[in-house]
């Protein structure tokens, strides 16, 4: 599995070490960015995180952010991606088995570092439920496909 991985300074520190975390669990990462000591716009580092998904280099995405608000409101602009902001285990499970969540958000300055890795552990190995909530996320699907106009969605 590859993951796309992208921070501003905020998230910068957490992102480092769930990288590490990542790496000993044998997955590989592309990190887009920012570098340390840099001051950036989060917005810049998550777009090209999300591309990368887009584009199929990645699987998924793991963005952080001071909130992890910020990167999840960039990334849920683009069609197919379902980024979630999680904060503890019940919402990293259900990110991933009722929402599909492709990208997870995490805040460097709200999240310590276990409480971090406790939600990537959750979020990788929770599979989808599918059944009514596929139903529901291929509204939101049918959303995008027509422009946001709610008809036809079924
Ligand atoms: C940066 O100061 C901060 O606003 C950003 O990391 C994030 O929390 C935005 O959602």
């Known amino acids: 599995m590859r993951l796309a991985i992208a921070s501003d300074h905020a998230g910068y520190d957490l992102k480092k070490a769930i990288i590490e975390f990542l790496h000993h669990k044998g997955i590989e990462v592309i990190d887009f960015g920012c570098g340390p000591g840099e001051i950036v716009d989060y917005v810049d580092y998550g777009v090209k995180a999300v591309n990368s998904v887009i584009e199929g280099e990645?699987?998924?995405a793991i963005l952080f952010c001071g909130t992890g608000l910020g990167m999840a409101i960039v990334a849920n602009?683009?069609?197919?991606?379902r980024a979630t902001p999680c904060w503890d285990e019940f919402t990293a499970r259900v990110s991933r088995s009722h929402n599909n969540s492709n990208c997870l958000t995490l805040g460097g300055r709200v999240l310590d570092l276990e409480k971090a890795k406790q939600i990537v552990e959750i979020w990788l190995t929770t599979n989808f439920e599918g059944g009514r909530h596929a139903r529901r996320l291929n509204k939101i699907e049918a959303l995008e496909?027509?422009?946001?106009?709610?008809n036809n969605l079924e």
């Open 77 to 81: 602009k683009f069609p197919c991606i």
């Open 58 to 60: 990645c699987e998924g």
């Open 145 to 150: 496909k027509n422009n946001f106009k709610q």
